[in-house]
């Protein structure tokens, strides 16, 4: 059998399992729920932004800017929503939108499943042990843990494609692996998670220099003596620096590609709550080790649930900075057991024990964060720009998968080189016992953990329109709301309904409007959800919400008191209506009706700001106030009046040419002309 049959066999198989795998998301229109404890960022963020992006398309526009969330958001410039990704171009303009949100799963799975077993192949392993792996990989913990980040696991699949045609180019030098490198590169710069981009990129600079390496191990079968040699071979410093040109020369033609992408995310970038990188302070906003691996988790590796299952209502909520899907590690316990067994045998025979070993254990440590010393690395520039150093799980898990198909092709070797009388007897018989035990343990265990973790909701059910979304958008005017339901809601549904099981919960907290609700249903709120955000906002509303939202109880039954802090950030920011999941005490507010979505245990309550200022009228004072802390001191001052003074960040010298025909508080009719701001 050729390896083209191979290879259309080996897909086939990787196709068969993508569709058992996403059956519940394929056999009807559906969408994943949980995938964390309290809340997904699919549900709040991914499906939100792609549902703007389908609309933006059907109009003939790119999704530039969203009105729906935070005071205005630049969707387009925060970037995971991908727009210019030519794949996601297509099956958002082209496809009803959860048909085009699932294929994307499809996508993600068929090439990292396709690119991983030619890479294997390229690696000398045979039609076994190369599907082996790549099943493996597609079903390795990563990616069932993460499978709520769909940019993310989208980069993430471009990582086996990068490593084939870097190799392929190393071997061959011909331009057409430089021009599916920048494809590779373009792609996953387009799709918009730069933390795997940049993790990427440096793995493929450890392989290029191992695999330099490994060319010039075969060609002089080296010593020391020889190594210093090669070291002023002329020859081989030539093949080196046209390998690095070429990579060189892909990323910086990938990056031209997708400046159109870059340039508006980096500006944006310098505005955002990450502009600042991380540091060794403390598990918390600020630190590179916040969302890290802990040690005492590492049986997850070999049982994903061993520790603890969201699922049933067990996760490590009292840990600091550790969350169950970011240290999902889960290989199985055939591919631990394989990789021991290419230890075993094969250390001294094949160097690429030694590479995916070093960057196994290297990457592994790194996860550990603030747990070892290796910590300082990533303070290092390019690292610290990135917390959640438990992602590096993925190249531990590639590696491990690696290692473990090259030890079930030294397995299935030795076992061929059984007695003759063996062989055609007990030797195939083992042979198949084992094959089938691997392939059953290895896809049916991965498959029910993945539906565990990642129950779905069909569409109908998920998104419909509730009440209180009618209030708001048919009776009450579409005006901006406010909603403390995120804050109040989410940890508290999965404590007081501890598992899946029962999904209710979680529909009733979607339909509650917080996080990124808005933008379905066509509303405004002032906050929202992204990766960046709008630094001064959301610092300005965690600080007014901390000092002006405050939960006690009344009469023994929880409420929270509204402060001046806040009335005073709602008048300024057109904030019409408060929703809360328990009664507010204040004069400046008026209960204007409960709401009970999908019979909630807690009403939704609207209350109308009595003391509500338009979004935009003219006033005669503006007030300089740099930071959110300065801004809350200010709308804390007695003097402060919102009918008069306007808060701005700096000032701003302005020149125009104005004519003014008709002037009113909350409108104003005329001219401007050359009008320059500074």
Not at 279 to 305: A, D, K, M, Q, W
Not at 533 to 561: H, M, W, Y
Request: glycine share 6%; with cysteine; hydrophobic share 45%.
């Amino acid at each position: 059998m050729n390896d083209k049959k191979h290879l259309i066999y080996a897909s086939l198989i990787i196709l068969t399992v993508t569709i058992i795998l996403l059956f519940p998301i394929l056999k009807e229109p559906a969408i994943y729920v949980a995938g964390v404890v309290g809340g997904s960022d699919l549900t709040g963020f991914n499906y939100p932004v792609k549902f703007a992006y389908a609309e933006a398309l059907r109009s003939g526009i790119l999704p530039f800017w969203n009105e729906n969330i935070f005071a205005g958001f630049p969707l387009f410039a925060e970037g995971q929503v991908g727009a210019l990704f030519p794949l996601n171009v297509l099956f958002f303009r082209l496809l009803p939108l959860l048909w085009a949100f699932n294929f994307s799963y499809i996508f993600i799975y068929l090439l990292t499943g396709i690119t991983t077993y030619l890479f294997l192949r390229r690696l000398s392993l045979s039609f076994i042990p190369s599907l082996f792996g790549a099943t493996a990989f597609m079903l390795s913990g990563f990616y069932i843990g993460h499978n709520q980040h769909l940019n993310l696991l989208e980069v993430a699949a471009f990582f086996p494609f990068l490593l084939l045609v870097t190799d392929l180019y190393i071997e061959t030098r011909k331009i057409k692996y430089v021009i599916l490198l920048v494809v590779g590169l373009t792609s996953s710069i387009l799709l918009g998670h730069p933390q795997m981009l940049f993790y990427h990129l440096v793995f493929l600079l450890l392989f290029i220099g191992f695999r330099l390496f490994l060319i010039v191990f075969h060609r002089y079968r080296m010593t020391v003596r020889k190594v210093r040699a090669y070291l002023f071979d002329g020859t081989d410093i030539k093949r080196l620096g046209k390998v690095l040109g070429g990579f060189i020369f892909a990323l910086i033609l990938s990056i031209g590609i997708s400046s159109a992408q870059l340039l508006p995310t980096l500006e944006f970038r310098t505005f955002s709550s990450r502009s600042q990188s991380y540091s060794l302070s403390e598990i918390g906003p600020e630190s590179v080790s916040t969302f890290y691996f802990p040690f005492n988790r590492i049986g997850v590796f070999y049982n994903p649930f061993v520790y603890d299952n969201p699922s049933l209502g067990i996760a490590p909520v009292n840990q600091p900075g550790v969350f169950f899907h970011e240290t999902m590690a889960y290989v199985g316990i055939p591919c631990l057991l394989l990789v021991f067994i290419a230890w075993l045998f094969l250390w001294k025979k094949n160097p690429w024990i030694w590479f995916f070993t070093i960057t196994g254990g290297f990457t592994f440590l790194l996860s550990l964060g603030a747990e070892t010393i290796f910590v300082k690395f990533l303070t290092l520039p390019g690292f610290n720009l990135f917390r959640v150093p438990a992602r590096f799980i993925f190249y531990t898990d590639f590696s491990l998968i690696i290692l473990a198909s090259l030890g079930l092709q030294e397995l299935i070797a030795r076992l061929s080189k059984m007695p003759s009388v063996l062989q055609f007897k007990t030797y195939r018989i083992i042979l198949i016992s084992l094959g089938l035990g691997i392939g059953f343990i290895n896809l049916y265990y991965p498959l029910t953990v993945f539906w565990q973790l990642n129950p779905t909701s069909p569409q109908v059910d998920h998104y419909f329109k509730p009440e209180t979304v009618k209030l708001l958008s048919e009776e009450l005017g579409n005006q901006r709301y406010y909603s403390t339901h995120e804050t109040y809601g989410a940890l508290s549904i999965f404590q007081t309904n501890p598992g899946w099981q029962n999904l209710t919960p979680y529909l009733k907290n979607y339909a509650s409007l917080a996080e990124n609700g808005a933008i379905i249903y066509g509303l405004k709120n002032l906050q929202g959800y992204a990766g960046l955000q709008p630094e001064r906002l959301v610092n300005l509303l965690q600080e007014s919400e901390t000092s002006g939202l405050k939960f006690e109880f009344c009469d023994e039954a929880p409420c929270l008191i509204e402060g001046v802090a806040f009335n005073r950030l709602a008048q300024i920011s057109g904030i019409k209506y408060l929703l809360s999941p328990f009664p507010v005490v204040s004069t400046n507010l008026n209960l204007i009706a409960e709401t009970n979505d999908l019979d909630k245990p807690v009403n939704t309550h609207i209350y109308g700001i009595s003391n509500y200022l338009p979004p935009a009228f003219i006033v005669p004072e503006a007030i300089i106030s740099p930071t959110a802390t300065s801004t809350l001191l200010t709308l804390y001052d007695q003097s402060f009046n919102p009918l008069q003074n306007v808060i701005i960040e700096k000032y701003i010298e302005a020149s125009a040419e104005a004519r003014l025909s008709r002037f009113h508080r909350s409108s104003v009719t005329g001219e401007v002309k050359y009008l320059t701001l500074r």
